[in-house]
Structures are given as C-alpha cells and as structure tokens.
C-alpha cells in the first residue's frame, strides 16, 4: 500500500507522520509532501529532535504535492481539512482517496485537524509528535482489519 502524508510545508508534520508511520509499520510505502513546499528543505530541527527522543530517524527532503504523487499514492492522508480542501480543488480526479488523517481513522472529534508546531518550542513538536502517535496507531489497526477482511 502506497500512503502519501500531506501539510502545508512538508517540513514538521507530514514529514514526522511519514517517519512514524515506517518506523511502525514497514510494510506499506510512504511519503510525505506539502501544498506550498519548496522542493528540498530539510524537516525543521525539532522535528528531528523530536523523532530521535523516541529513537525515529529521519532522513527528509521536502517536496510539493504533484499530481504524480497523487497517482502513485492509494491513500493521500492530509493534517488538515484545509490541506484536503486545497487538494480538492486543485487536484479533483483524486477526491476519492484524500482525507484528513483524523478523518480516516474515524476520530470521534470533529477537529481533524493536527496541529501545527512550526515555529513553537521543541514541547510543541513533542506535542504534535504524541498525536500524531496516537493517529499512526489508529491507521495502522485500520489498514490491519481492512487486510483482514
């Protein structure tokens, strides 16, 4: 399975939710981009940091949400309503596979949104870094009992 992690700069959380998420669960494909990111950054020093607190190495190059990505990917999961809503409008023929990743793992909120450490001290990425934790797990039962079905 091809999973494609979605934000606004692919530099904090799509990037620590693709580290996360291969760390955990190795046997699907993964990558991560942003609606306005510049191709090749580095993710931000906390994130970094903040992965290798839970022994999660990273090695990351941001890069912009392409169609090409889009297509390769089966599942487009996006922090926010917004990242989805952007997607949405620009990229339509892809509709049916985009969500908010809280969307997707049926959280019972109604916030789907994951929030955002940029620029915050190294306790806000740790903070992002634990619910996107939580988020990982959910997806991961979810894709298990969808292959068990």
Known sequence: MNILF????NTCRSPMAEAI???????VEVQSA???????ASASDHTYQALEENGITLDHRSQPATEELLEWAELVLTMTSQHKQLLT???????????????????ESHDYDISDPYGGDLHAY????????????????KIESIKGE
Do not use: H, N, W
């Not at 409008?89 to 959280?107: A, G, I, R, S, V």
């Open 126 to 141: 740790r903070s992002t870094r634990a619910e996107l934790e939580d988020q990982i797990d959910r997806l991961i039962e």
């Open 21 to 27: 998420l291969r760390d955990r669960y190795p046997q």
């Open 89 to 107: 409008m620009e990229y339509p023929d892809f509709t049916e596979k985009l969500y908010t990743l809280k969307e997707y793992t049926d959280e």
């Open 34 to 40: 942003g609606v306005f990111a510049a191709d090749g």
């Open 6 to 9: 979605v934000c606004t700069g």
